[in-house]
């Protein structure tokens, strides 16, 4: 079982950045993939990044493509999405989720969202 927090969301002006933080228990943390997801008002979730267990391997959205990081500090069962660059239609409840690390495995574990507003 893996637990999910998720912090660090706010207003933040275009141009603006922000750092949201995924804290997590489980003594297991350490093998899961760890996914970001946004979802907009009257918008489908879709999913904004990836970082392996090991922190070395990791995925984007075209949208969020160099102006995004996910980073994973394992001692401190903790990953965390940088957000730079920041644009009004970043603005939407973010979550983390984690899922193991084996093909056609889905996300099962869920954080309770934070919001992330980006004024223009």
């Known amino acids: 079982q893996v637990q999910l927090v998720e912090s660090g969301g706010g207003l933040v002006q275009a141009g603006g950045s922000l750092r949201l933080s995924c804290a997590a228990s489980?003594?297991?943390?350490?093998?899961?993939?760890v996914g970001w997801f946004r979802q907009a008002p009257g918008k489908e979730r879709e999913i904004v990044g990836d970082?392996?267990?090991?922190?070395?391997?990791?995925m984007f959205a075209d949208s969020v493509k160099g102006r995004f990081t996910i980073s994973r500090d394992n001692a401190k069962s903790t990953v965390y999405l940088q957000m730079n660059s920041l644009k009004p239609e970043d603005t939407a409840v973010y979550y983390c989720?984690?899922?193991?690390?084996?093909?056609?495995?889905?996300?099962?574990?869920w954080g309770q969202g934070t919001q992330v507003t980006v004024s223009s």
């Open positions: 489980g003594r297991t943390f350490v093998i899961y993939t």
């Open positions: 970082v392996s267990g090991g922190g070395t391997s990791t």
């Open positions: 989720a984690a899922r193991r690390p084996f093909r056609g495995e889905s996300y099962n574990y």
